[in-house]
């Protein structure tokens, strides 16, 4: 059974840094190209970043370019997304999965940007 554990989510004030971890289980990890996305409130899911089995090839959306890093450790089935330089409409609940997407979501984790 797949399972998508995400954490790290808070209230940061604009331009700070948070990290996010997705502790992943159920599957081969190290087999699956795994993504961030979001949803903002009141919006859809919005596609984050991609990161491919190995990790050294990195995908963004334009939107966090230049301030977040997507990583994984494939020993500790563990995906990671620093983010820097946060901004008020990077505000969303972060979910993982992975590329091809799962049918299974986890509960997400909620980011604030706010003084």
């Known amino acids: 059974e797949v399972q998508l554990v995400e954490s790290g989510g808070g209230l940061v004030q604009p331009g700070g840094s948070l990290r996010l971890s997705c502790a992943a289980s159920?599957?081969?990890?190290?087999?699956?190209?795994m993504t961030w996305v979001r949803q903002a409130p009141g919006k859809g899911l919005e596609w984050v970043s991609r990161?491919?089995?190995?990790?050294?090839?990195?995908i963004y959306a334009d939107s966090v370019k230049g301030r977040f890093t997507i990583s994984r450790d494939n020993a500790k089935n563990t995906l990671y997304l620093q983010m820097n330089s946060l901004k008020r409409d990077d505000t969303a609940v972060y979910f993982c999965?992975?590329?091809?997407?799962?049918?299974?979501w986890g509960q997400g984790t909620l980011v604030i940007v706010s003084e």
């Open positions: 999965n992975g590329d091809p997407q799962f049918e299974y």
């Open positions: 159920g599957f081969t990890f190290s087999s699956v190209e």
């Open positions: 990161i491919n089995v190995g990790g050294s090839n990195t």
